[in-house]
Nanobody, 119 residues
């Protein structure tokens, strides 16, 4: 299983950015992030085929997650970005279709993509 995250970059506070994960899987996909000096944390997840989603409290209402099963992609749309959203973002998948906010439930990880939000 191979996952590849893309779309990171440098933005200003209040801007939007969309991350994309190439994920040719029929299982749940999650996004996690890791800020410098901090542990990796859950951001959002989506079920297979995409009827259920879950979000961390810190991003609920600002981020959305969606998947295009014809293109095998899972997108994380990030709006109203804040400096505290600065982190390396990772996508990951687990072995069933149910979204989870538990890091250890995910077994396959892509490389990260860096998001930097300046104030």
């Amino acid at each position: 299983v191979q996952l590849q995250a893309s779309g990171g970059g440098w933005v200003q506070a209040g801007d939007s950015l969309k991350l994309s994960c190439a994920a040719a899987v029929r299982t749940a996909v999650g996004w996690f992030r890791q800020a410098p000096g901090k542990e990796r944390e859950f951001v959002a997840a989506i079920s297979w085929p995409g009827t259920k989603t879950a979000f961390a409290k810190s991003v609920k209402g600002r981020f959305t997650i969606s998947r295009d099963n014809t293109k095998n992609t899972v997108d994380l749309q990030m709006n109203s970005l804040k400096p505290e959203d600065t982190a390396v973002y990772y996508c990951a998948t687990r072995d069933n279709q149910y979204p989870s906010d538990v890091l250890n439930d995910y077994y396959y990880w892509g490389q990260g993509t860096l998001v930097t939000v300046s104030s």
